[in-house]
């Protein structure tokens, strides 16, 4: 943003038609100054924050950091409003299906009861 770029959302009329055809967003609201140079709140689409693994990251070291993160998010969220939407209840519903987390994570989420 500081050098020129800029934020596109779908005009308003839009938001509505592609949330009801794409399940996995979900309204968004980026406040003022959430980037460098935004002054004003855009309204746009968009998903819940993530992480990446690869396969092959061992479980275990998975499902301690997937429940260090979730057992910290008021924490995350006081440093970031878009962390607060970074929560394992989010992460269980934007997930297609379990079998598409990583074990570690599916495992977490299967304890505190978010997915079967």
Same mark, same amino acid.
């Given at each position: 943003?500081?050098?020129?770029?800029? $934020?596109?959302?779908? &005009?308003?009329?839009?938001?509505?038609?592609?949330?009801?055809?794409?399940?996995?967003?979900?309204?968004?609201?980026?406040?003022?100054?959430?980037?460098?140079?935004?002054? /004003?709140?855009? @309204?746009?689409?968009?998903?819940?924050? $993530?992480?990446?693994?690869?396969?092959?990251?061992?479980? =275990?070291? &998975?499902?301690?950091?997937? @429940?260090?993160?979730?057992?910290?998010? =008021?924490? $995350?969220? /006081? !440093?970031?409003? !878009?962390?607060? !939407?970074?929560?394992?209840?989010?992460?269980?519903?934007? &997930?297609?299906?379990? =079998?598409?987390?990583?074990?570690?994570?599916? @495992?977490?989420?299967?304890?505190?009861?978010?997915?079967?």
């Amino acid at each position: 943003m500081q050098e020129g770029g800029c $934020f596109i959302p779908p &005009a308003y009329e839009y938001i509505e038609r592609i949330l009801a055809k794409h399940s996995y967003l979900h309204d968004l609201i980026l406040l003022a100054n959430s980037y460098p140079g935004q002054a /004003e709140a855009i @309204r746009s689409v968009g998903s819940w924050s $993530f992480l990446l693994a690869r396969p092959t990251l061992d479980e =275990e070291v &998975a499902y301690k950091l997937t @429940r260090a993160l979730h057992q910290n998010e =008021e924490i $995350f969220a /006081e !440093q970031s409003f !878009q962390a607060c !939407q970074s929560t394992a209840a989010n992460t269980a519903t934007a &997930a297609y299906s379990p =079998e598409l987390l990583h074990p570690g994570t599916r @495992r977490y989420l299967q304890e505190i009861g978010l997915i079967d």
